[in-house]
């Protein structure tokens, strides 16, 4: 009739717990579930990236042959083709929309990048070019001058090296 957690001491001595040895394969066990776990999100993520790239290339492909019949002259209940009055549809263009916007600005970050990869690349050989022709030149005048070819300008100090 009393709570377990009441009772004295003396009752939990008679129940002796049972104690295991570790398992030196938990830690194995447990990366395993981790990584497993993980692989399964990332497919998961990936096909509703897909799913979703398609219901936008779908989205688009419909609204460039409303435009294009538009263009053509041809009367488009616009409002019916696009859903326009649909919760739901209007839902649908609203997160199309804002996924070509966040690529949009992805690729334009990602092409701003390069472009100023190139020009280091570009500033850096130019600043190599530019060391080569100074030392080559250095070296014709230092040729010129002396006439010797010893490396040394003309009136200048011996520098030693140790």
């Known amino acids: 009739m009393i709570p377990r957690s009441l009772r004295s001491s003396n ?27 993980n692989a399964i999100n990332l497919i998961a993520l990936r096909n509703e990236m897909l799913a979703f790239s398609r219901k936008t290339d779908a989205k688009l492909g419909l609204l460039r042959e409303v435009v294009q019949r538009i263009k053509d002259g041809e009367e488009v209940d616009v409002k019916r083709l696009l859903g326009t009055g649909d919760e739901k549809t209007e839902k649908e263009w609203e997160d199309v929309m ?17 472009m100023k990869r190139l020009q280091k690349a570009r500033e850096k050989e130019e600043a190599v070019a530019a060391d080569e022709l100074r030392k080559k030149k250095g070296l014709d005048d230092v040729q010129g001058e002396s006439g010797k070819g010893s490396g040394e300008k003309a009136g200048s100090r011996s520098k030693f090296i140790m």
């Open 98 to 114: 804002q996924e070509l916007e966040e690529t949009d600005m992805l690729a334009e970050g990602r092409r701003k990048r390069e």
């Open 11 to 37: 009752a939990q001595s008679s129940h002796k717990k049972v104690t295991r040895e570790w398992n030196p394969a938990t830690p194995f066990i447990f990366l395993a579930i981790l990584v497993g776990s």
